[in-house]
Structure formats: structure tokens, C-alpha cells
């Protein structure tokens, strides 16, 4: 079986609201997830998604993984600030076992500037949802097949397409990635979407 959905992230998030536990013991205590599989991570905003995709990102780097960051929330420089404030030094692995896709800087007023010696795979915008899948592949082949891609957030492109337009792409880039790229988890923030959409995005990882 290679499909699981996390209805919720708060048994994940508790990890990082206990004081008492590190990120990374808690992405220990988490059963690693297989290559060829996909997860839906839903949560409501600011509760953890993002440091848990961090502790998760730094376990795979650990273990030779290689991982490909879609951000669609924040530019990659502010990715690499919060991860080092978590202890995950992004720009040491960047170019072999880390890359980025950017759908943010292209569309952003304050467009910054690329990090030396650091490759990048910008996408003209969130609506281009071809381009965000060929920039997926693209990446994957750069570092080499499986990777294991990280997509943040999925809720982004409800502001910039149709439903029918995402669930068609959704379905599209998840059997790509657990056909020929590798692992794959969407966050997405829960709360914000009606019960049929996430229902939907549900249905198809």
C-alpha cells in the first residue's frame, strides 16, 4: 500500500509544543516513511507544520537522503533562517542533497538575491502549475532520483487557481513522484478550506 493520509498533524506537532522534547527526538519517535509513498500533513496555521517538516528534512539529510523544499509561503532565504534557528544548516547541503523550488520569489515585490553557489529552480508563478511540476521533476533529476520532496503549502495555490485545476494536479504530480521521483508530503493548512476541498485532497494522495 503506498497511500496514507494524516487527517491531523497535532500527534506530530505535540513534538515541538512540549518543551521537554527536541524536534529531533521527536521525528525519531516518527516511523519513517517509505520511497514510492505519499502524505497529506493538515493542520490549522502556526501549529507546527513547518518545524515538523524541518526535523523531518534533517533526519533524511542525516541519512544521505536527497530532498527537494517546494515553498510556496516564504522565499527561500527566510526558509534557510528558520531552519538554522532550528538547528538545520540548509546552505551546507544545498546543490547535493538539497535544492529548492521557488513559486514565491517570482511573484514577490522584493525579489532576493541568489544565494552564491546555492541552485535554485524559480517558477514564474503559483498559477503555473505545469511549471511547478516540471521544476519538481527537474530538481529530482538534478540530485539524482528517489528524493524526497516537501511541499509547502498546498493552500497557496487555492488563491491562485480553481479547485478543479489543483485536483488535477495534484493527482498528476503524486503519481509522478510515487512512480518515478520518490516520497512526497503536502502540507496544507486545515481550517482554511471547506470540508469538500480537503475531503478532496484526501481522496487523491
Given at each position: 500500500m503506498t497511500k496514507r493520509n494524516i487527517a491531523r498533524s497535532s500527534e506530530s506537532v505535540d513534538a515541538f509544543e512540549r518543551p521537554s522534547e527536541s524536534p529531533e527526538r521527536g521525528a525519531l519517535m516518527e516511523e519513517r516513511f517509505p520511497t514510492n509513498y505519499s502524505v497529506l500533513l493538515a493542520g490549522p496555521p502556526g501549529v507546527g507544520k513547518f518545524e515538523y517538516l524541518i526535523a523531518r528534512i534533517r533526519e533524511d539529510l542525516r541519512l544521505g537522503e536527497r530532498v527537494v523544499f517546494v515553498t510556496l509561503d516564504m522565499p527561500p532565504n527566510e526558509i534557510r533562517a528558520r531552519a538554522k534557528a532550528l538547528r538545520l544548516d540548509l546552505?551546507?547541503?544545498?546543490?547535493?542533497?538539497?535544492?529548492?523550488?521557488?513559486?514565491?520569489?517570482?511573484?514577490?515585490?522584493?525579489?532576493?538575491?541568489?544565494?552564491p553557489g546555492k541552485k535554485t529552480f524559480l517558477v514564474s508563478s503559483f498559477s503555473n502549475l505545469e511549471g511547478i511540476g516540471m521544476a519538481m521533476s527537474k530538481a529530482a533529476q538534478e540530485l539524482g532520483t528517489p528524493v524526497r520532496i516537501y511541499f509547502y503549502t498546498?493552500?497557496?495555490?487555492?488563491?491562485?487557481?480553481?479547485?478543479?485545476?489543483?485536483?488535477?494536479?495534484?493527482?498528476?504530480?503524486?503519481?509522478?513522484?510515487?512512480?518515478?521521483?520518490?516520497?512526497?508530503?503536502?502540507?496544507?493548512?486545515?481550517?482554511?478550506?471547506?470540508?469538500?476541498?480537503?475531503?478532496?485532497?484526501?481522496?487523491?494522495v
Open positions: 546552505g551546507a547541503h544545498e546543490g547535493k542533497l538539497f535544492v529548492f523550488v521557488d513559486c514565491y520569489s517570482a511573484t514577490s515585490s522584493d525579489r532576493p538575491e541568489a544565494a498546498i493552500s497557496t495555490l487555492f488563491l491562485h487557481n480553481s479547485t478543479q485545476a489543483i485536483a488535477k494536479f495534484f493527482q498528476i504530480v503524486t503519481s509522478r513522484a510515487k512512480t518515478n521521483l520518490g516520497f512526497i508530503l503536502y502540507a496544507v493548512h486545515e481550517g482554511v478550506h471547506e470540508p469538500m476541498t480537503m475531503n478532496l485532497l484526501r481522496s487523491l
